[in-house]
């Protein structure tokens, strides 16, 4: 039996983001995404996996509101994208922290800009600083956090907002190895807790099936979704078990196969 | 600096520049050179002075409202210049233009205008800072990481909250650095104002001193000037280094 059979569709998934027909050609021609359609089920998470020009980034700033498709609809939970709302919340690959503001004002700062109350947004960022694993650090600056902490700041800002999809554009790309592989972990375990819909933008294969729920296997030139893979790899294990299993071990192989050809 | 291993102060040098003006002063060879000995004296002298003090006032008075206009008009008008395409080539060719015009010319335009008093100074002290505040203002917005743009759009942002909560704030550094210029160029302008205008403050003293040939005044009270000018450099140079980390910290 050979990992494919792990890599089984759903059926009829309550649909979360729905993107249609999405084009986009950046000013002066260039074609990030070309006519694509993809969907996002509710409560999961999703990974974008692809070699660097395949427009993943594109299309999670496409689905964030942040960058308008030449043609082609995105939908939320049915109602169209015009721009950012409050149901969407992103994190960045470089955490866009204010380097002017503590922890606990960067990660209350969304609920700010929605003129919660001070002593109402300061509760409720508190609550996620813990969660993201780091209370006690309220009051310290960005200056004064690792790489890791930061993004965690960046992840319970956008959790703090309460939205219902988080996008995540290569978060762990700018942390080094051994927080990032804890980082996963601890993220698996905000995902089952919160029960939002993730989309996560990465270009890491391992990084890809071990978060996931579902991988959206995207290729270049021209840009597309060449397949949806479900790693359903065991989740009551250890992380370091699952990182052994050979489950997890063929489809990371299976999919690295599928995007060799397609690496310079 | 080191000399044999002596480590010698920042400011020595001034000692001994101080030390051959006293020398060439005592020779009297020019009336315009008095020694540097009888400066200090008449600077202890004529400072306690009401006429002084009167003169210090209106400069002052001149330059806190002309600094403050031109940072309440230059920070906005910079920082709209930096996130708007539109307003940027509207306003760049002219701000541009008279950062580099030569500003004395148009005093004697103002004192036509708003005649040989305070506001022609004010104005001329607004005239001298105020471009460089805004330009220092539009290159700090400019270099504000694009995801900390994109991370306000995304939070929803309103315009006013993006320009006070985010913009301001990042652009902070090269915001206290146009403050800072401005002030020196503030200065020359409060300065420049009076001497044209010749009838009130600092200007009328120094017209003054010159119709009288009183050199030591005239010296003294360009010591004075020219430390205040100094001690408001150097104030906000420190003021703008307790926020350099946070420009580094942008990346």
């Keep these: ?264 | 600096m080191n000399i044999f291993g002596i480590k010698i102060p920042m400011m020595a040098s001034l000692l001994i520049w101080a030390v051959v003006w006293e020398i060439v002063g005592q020779l009297e060879l020019s009336i315009l050179l008095p020694p540097f000995s009888h400066i200090i004296i008449r600077l202890f002298e004529i400072v306690p002075t009401a006429t002084f003090f009167s003169a210090f006032w209106i400069t002052a008075k001149c330059f806190l409202i002309g600094t403050g206009i031109a940072i309440i008009v230059g920070i906005p008008v910079g920082v709209l210049m930096g996130r708007s395409i539109v307003i940027d080539r509207m306003l760049l060719p002219w701000v541009n233009m008279f950062l580099s015009a030569p500003l004395t010319a148009l005093v004697p335009v103002l004192m036509t205008l708003f005649g040989f008093g305070t506001k022609t100074i004010i104005l001329t002290t607004v005239l001298f800072a105020v471009w460089i505040i805004v330009l220092d203002a539009r290159a700090g917005v400019k270099n504000i990481t694009p995801s900390l743009i994109e991370m306000t759009k995304s939070f929803q942002a309103n315009f006013w909250q993006a320009f006070t909560m985010v913009y301001v704030w990042a652009a902070l550094p090269e915001i206290l650095a146009g403050i800072r210029l401005g002030c020196i160029r503030s200065v020359k302008g409060v300065i420049i104002g009076q001497l044209l205008v010749s009838v009130v403050g600092f200007g009328r003293l120094f017209e003054l001193y010159s119709a009288n040939f009183l050199m030591e005044h005239m010296w003294a009270l360009l010591f004075v000037l020219f430390f205040f000018a100094f001690l408001i450099a150097e104030g906000l140079g420190i003021l703008e280094r307790k926020f350099e980390y946070y420009a580094a910290s942008r990346g």
């Design chain 1, 1 to 264: 039996m050979s990992a494919l059979a792990e890599a089984v569709p759903v059926e009829n998934p309550e649909i979360a983001v729905s993107v249609n027909d999405v084009t986009k050609i950046y000013p002066g021609g260039v074609e990030a995404l070309n006519d694509m359609t993809i969907q996002f089920p509710k409560g999961e998470l999703t990974s974008l996996l692809g070699p660097s020009g395949c427009g993943k980034t594109t299309l999670l700033k496409i689905i964030a509101g942040l960058l308008k498709p030449t043609s082609g609809t995105v939908t939320v939970n049915g109602i169209p994208v015009t721009g950012p709302g409050r149901e969407r919340a992103f994190v960045f690959q470089d955490f866009a922290l204010m380097p002017w503001a503590s922890v606990l004002r960067n990660a209350a700062f969304g609920l700010e800009l929605q003129g919660v109350a001070k002593s109402e947004r300061h509760a409720i960022a508190e609550k996620y600083i813990e969660a993201v694993g780091l209370k006690g650090y309220e009051n310290l600056y960005p200056h004064e956090l690792s790489g890791g902490m930061r993004q965690r700041v960046g992840l319970a800002r956008a959790l703090a907002v309460n939205a219902e999809v988080l996008l995540m554009d290569e978060p762990f790309s700018a942390v080094d190895e051994q927080t990032r592989r804890k980082f996963q972990e601890d993220l698996l375990q905000v995902v089952a807790d919160e029960q939002k819909t993730f989309i996560f933008v990465t270009h890491s294969i391992e990084e890809a099936v071990y978060v996931s729920q579902s991988i959206a296997l995207l290729l270049p030139r021209p840009s597309r979704v060449s397949e949806i893979i479900r790693p359903d790899i065991r989740r009551d294990i250890s992380p370091d078990a699952i990182r052994r299993d050979p489950v997890y071990l063929d489809i990371v192989e299976r999919i690295w196969q599928g995007l060799r050809t397609y690496v310079e």
